[in-house]
C-alpha cells in the first residue's frame, strides 16, 4: 500500500530551467509534507516542506505546492543548477504527531550543463 | 557540533549471522528513528525511540528485529540470523523533541548491509 507515489523515476532537465518534481498521496489524514534530496551514498538532506493549512511555500530557489483536493503536491527548483542533480524524495506525515515519515520512492534529477 | 553518526557504514554478514548497526544522534537529541531503504525504493520507517523507551515501533518486522536507546550510550538496531532480503542501506535520524520532522530532524550517513 504505497500511499505517497512519485510516478516519475527520473527528470532531466537543462541548467536554468525549471524542475518541477511531482508527488501524490492517498491519506487525507497526511497534515505535514516535506521534501527530501539525496546524494549517492549519503543520508536524505532536509529541503523545504509545508503544513496542510498552506498551499505554497517558497524558500529561495524552492517553492513546494499543495494541491489538497487533488491529493497533490509539486516542487519547484529555478533556476536549475548542475548541483541539483540528485535523488528527491517526498515525505508526509500524518496527525499523530510521531515524527514517522511516510516516504515517496523518489525522484532521480538530472540537470545538464 | 557532529551530526547523526552511524557506524559501520558498511557491514557484511553471512547469512544466519547477528548485524547489529548503531546510531549516535545529535548533541541535545534524544529522539531517535530508523528507516530501511531497500534498493530502488524509498526510505521505510521502522521505529521511533525516546531514550530507553519504544514509542512507535509498528514499522518493525516481527521477528529478528528489534531496537534499542539506552540511556547512555548509541541506539542500536539488532537484526538476527540475517537473511539475504534484509540486504539495505539503514538509515538513522535524531531529533530534538516529539515533533522531529522538517529542519529539526537530520538524517545520518546510513549503514549499508550486505548478506552474503
Known amino acids: 500500500d504505497q500511499q505517497v507515489k512519485q510516478n516519475s523515476p527520473s527528470l532531466s532537465v537543462q541548467e536554468g530551467r525549471i524542475s518541477i518534481l511531482n508527488c501524490d498521496y492517498t491519506?487525507?489524514?497526511?497534515?505535514?509534507f516535506l521534501w527530501y534530496k539525496k546524494y549517492p551514498a549519503e543520508g536524505p538532506t532536509f529541503l523545504i516542506s509545508?503544513?496542510?493549512?498552506?498551499d505554497k511555500n517558497e524558500d529561495g530557489r524552492f517553492t513546494v505546492f499543495l494541491n489538497k483536493s487533488a491529493k497533490h503536491l509539486s516542487l519547484h527548483i529555478v533556476p536549475s543548477q548542475p548541483g541539483d542533480s540528485a535523488v528527491y524524495f517526498c515525505?508526509?506525515?500524518?496527525?499523530?504527531?510521531?515524527?514517522?515519515?511516510?516516504f515517496g520512492q523518489g525522484t532521480t534529477l538530472q540537470v545538464k550543463p | 557540533n557532529a551530526g547523526v553518526m552511524q557506524n559501520p557504514r558498511h557491514l557484511v554478514r553471512r547469512r544466519g549471522q547477528e548485524a547489529r548497526l548503531r546510531c549516535s544522534p545529535m548533541k541535545g537529541h534524544s529522539h531517535v528513528y530508523w528507516y530501511r531503504q531497500l534498493p530502488e525504493e524509498g526510505l521505510k520507517f521502522m521505529v521511533y525511540l525516546q531514550k530507553e523507551n519504544i514509542i512507535d515501533e509498528s514499522g518493525m518486522p516481527k521477528e529478528r528485529f528489534s531496537a534499542e536507546f539506552p540511556k547512555e550510550g548509541p541506539s542500536i538496531l539488532r537484526i538476527q540470523q540475517v537473511v539475504r532480503g534484509d540486504s539495505a542501506a539503514y538509515f538513522c535520524a535524531s531529533s530534538p523533541d516529539l515533533r522531529g520532522l522538517g529542519s529539526e530532524a537530520f538524517f545520518g550517513q546510513g549503514t549499508r548491509l550486505t548478506v552474503v
Open positions: 509545508i503544513s496542510s493549512i498552506k
Open positions: 515525505a508526509a506525515s500524518g496527525s499523530s504527531n510521531t515524527g514517522k515519515l511516510i
Open positions: 491519506n487525507s489524514m497526511f497534515d505535514y
